[in-house]
């Protein structure tokens, strides 16, 4: 009887170590994935910023449909366009870059449409602040890299949150506590 056990919980890990065998870990390329954001001004315009400076991984298993994403967003590297409102931007009124220097995105789960992503379920981490926040995929598509001779993945994401739910509450109501968030990223396949 306990052989029959023993051959059970070999089948068992076998097959979780075949399924995990298909999983496929990309790392971020930082010149080719820039967050960005928008905020209504007053009913009357929209402010963007980017971040600049973005790393991390995202695992991926199109077999059993899962996978993670782990990003870090380099607070500091924020950018308007308008040299005076970086500075403000990042003081202790906002982001507070001296005492929290990363944004974090934990990613836990990925739905999949049949064999596209098309969701990131996760959390965000701002101000030290933990919020869950979905990620809506909008475009995602892998290629073999033409120069780097590797595969290659690009998406377009999309979320919404409010700010003021991290403790970025400066500013309210002249811009809205609602913030899009636009994800461009490109993420290469780990030799």
């Not at 399924?19 to 994935?33: G, K, L, R, V």
């Not at 009357?44 to 449909?65: A, E, H, P, Q």
Request: charged letters at 20%.
């Amino acid at each position: 009887m306990q052989l029959k056990h023993l051959k059970h919980l070999a089948a068992a890990l076998f097959a979780i170590s075949a399924t995990s065998a298909f999983a496929q870990t990309y790392t971020i390329e930082p010149n080719h994935t820039y967050p960005s954001f928008e905020a209504d001004h007053m009913g009357i315009s929209l402010w963007r910023g980017k971040f600049t400076k973005t790393s991390g991984t995202v695992t991926l298993d199109r077999t059993s449909k899962s996978g993670s994403v782990d990003i870090k967003i380099d607070a500091d590297s924020l950018d308007f366009g308008h040299a005076k409102m970086n500075e403000h931007a990042k003081g202790k009124d906002m982001f507070n870059v001296a005492q929290y220097p990363t944004i974090v995105y934990k990613g836990k789960s990925i739905k999949f449409n049949g064999d596209t992503p098309v969701a990131v379920e996760g959390d965000m981490t701002m101000l030290g602040v933990t919020k869950p926040v979905t990620l809506n995929i909008n475009k995602f598509k892998c290629i073999p890299h033409p120069m780097l001779k590797r595969e290659v993945c690009g998406a377009d994401a999309t979320a919404q949150f409010n700010r003021t739910d991290f403790g970025l509450s400066y500013g309210t109501p002249m811009f809205s506590p609602e913030v899009k968030l636009a994800i461009q990223v490109e993420a290469l396949k780990a030799d």
